[in-house]
């Protein structure tokens, strides 16, 4: 079966089998990314520790920010003759399921369920089913899949999971109020991508942040009614003229969406209104420990965050993932139409070096990258 792994710098490609080993650069770190082969998984459907189990062929694979952290730590930790097998989403078909399996059939399409913090299963770990998702066969808990309509080209179910999980879960917690205004930071961000599409659906102003205007248009075509491009180097967005207009103009924002609490969290505090919510699933600064590059953080200290916060009746919320709910919310949104999904590109089996340059390091990427079997 195929594999896309990041390799060390001993691993050799099997001829016989076409592997293939293609170097980049990340972070100015050299990383070899491979498609390499190992044996198929074996999987009887009589076994007692398969009776629930469900054995899938990966059809298509992305990755998200947090891969950036275990490649760059494989890249640079891992022993030189290992291979560690990247991916966060996938989409597979079900190729042959367990005796006791009730909720998938084989030929069904699925992709990860990322359910968490709640176990739904004894001794099954909530949270992502993998960080190993371009293994071409992979072998899950039922709980740990769902189904995927057939409206879903593969495309999108492999760029699917985490921004619908999450960022549904993220507007359910904001318990939204028709006429707020709500502010999303890192607009580019596929995080953010998707929190601005599934806002279309609520009769809200949707205010943006971003570091650079690219794509300002398909963002405005989105429903963002003002995108503002702001200095990462300002301790406050309130620095920049457009945002001091708007929130003298609104009082504030009511809600704040953010995918980066320490880019973001110090600079957009003083913006929020009385009572306002913020909430942020993530942050910036995951691997400078591997690169060696420092982080510089501009903002208002933890002090006058929580002194603020308070002062104000702010809630500051924490989301990681979402529920199972949030997902089949969001995939049944995607099935009415009424969640669009930004792709920005979809490479096939031998593009290795193309799919990880356009996913980490182009400037230019709008919308999530695929990778593709053929
Ligand atoms: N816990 C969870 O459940 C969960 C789920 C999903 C995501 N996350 C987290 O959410 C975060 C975003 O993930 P993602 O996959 O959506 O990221 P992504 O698509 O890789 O985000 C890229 C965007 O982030 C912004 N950005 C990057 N570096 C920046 C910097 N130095 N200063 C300001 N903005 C910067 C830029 O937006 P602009 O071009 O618009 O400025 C850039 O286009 C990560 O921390 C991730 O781990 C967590």
């Given at each position: 079966m195929r594999n896309i792994a990041v390799c060390g710098n001993q691993v050799t490609p099997s001829i016989i089998n076409n592997d293939l080993i293609e170097t980049i650069d990340m972070e100015g770190i050299k990383v070899n990314f491979g498609l390499i082969h190992t044996n198929d998984l074996e999987f009887d459907r009589n076994a007692p520790e398969n009776e629930f189990m469900v054995l899938i062929k990966t059809k298509a694979f992305s990755c998200n920010y947090r891969d950036k952290h275990f490649i760059l730590k494989a890249a640079t930790k891992?022993?030189?003759?290992s291979f560690y097998v990247i991916g966060s989403e996938f989409v597979g078909e079900v190729i042959d399921i367990g005796?006791?399996?009730?909720?998938l059939e084989i030929g069904d399409r699925v992709i990860g369920d990322g359910c968490y913090?709640?176990?739904?299963?004894?001794?099954i770990r909530p949270?992502?089913?993998?960080?190993?998702?371009?293994?071409e066969y992979q072998k899950f808990h039922q709980t740990k899949l769902i189904k995927v309509p057939p409206e879903m080209p593969d495309e999108v179910a492999a760029a699917f999971q985490i921004g619908g999980q999450t960022s549904y879960s993220m507007i359910r917690k904001l318990n939204i109020a028709p006429g707020e205004n709500i502010l999303v930071t890192a607009a580019k961000s596929n995080t953010s991508l998707f929190a601005i599409n599934a806002l279309k659906k609520y009769d809200v102003n949707v205010y943006a942040l971003t570091t650079?205007?690219?794509?300002a248009d398909e963002l405005k075509q989105m429903g963002v009614k003002e995108l503002i491009q702001i200095?990462?180097?300002?301790?406050?967005?309130?620095?920049?003229e457009s945002v001091a207009a708007i929130v003298k103009q609104i009082?504030?924002?009511?809600c704040v969406i953010d995918p980066l609490f320490d880019i973001y969290l110090g600079k957009v505090i003083k913006a929020i209104a009385i009572e306002g919510r913020y909430i942020t699933c993530g942050l910036?600064?995951?691997?400078s420990h591997l690169t060696n590059q420092d982080f510089y953080y501009h903002g208002s200290s933890m002090g006058e965050i929580l002194s603020y916060a308070l002062i104000k009746n702010i809630q500051i919320i924490g989301n990681c993932i979402g529920y199972t709910h949030d997902l089949r919310q969001a995939i049944n949104d995607y099935q009415q139409g009424e969640l669009n999904v930004i792709i920005d590109s979809i490479f096939d089996t031998k593009e290795i070096k193309d799919f990880f340059e356009q996913t980490?390091?182009?400037?230019?990427?709008f919308g999530k990258v695929v990778y593709k079997y053929n």
């Open positions: 891992a022993p030189e003759k005796s006791k399996v009730t909720e913090p709640h176990v739904k299963a004894e001794g949270g992502l089913p993998t960080n190993n998702g371009s293994k650079s205007m690219q794509f200095d990462p180097q300002k301790d406050s967005i309130l620095e920049n009082g504030g924002f009511d910036y600064n995951q691997y980490y390091n182009v400037k230019h990427r």
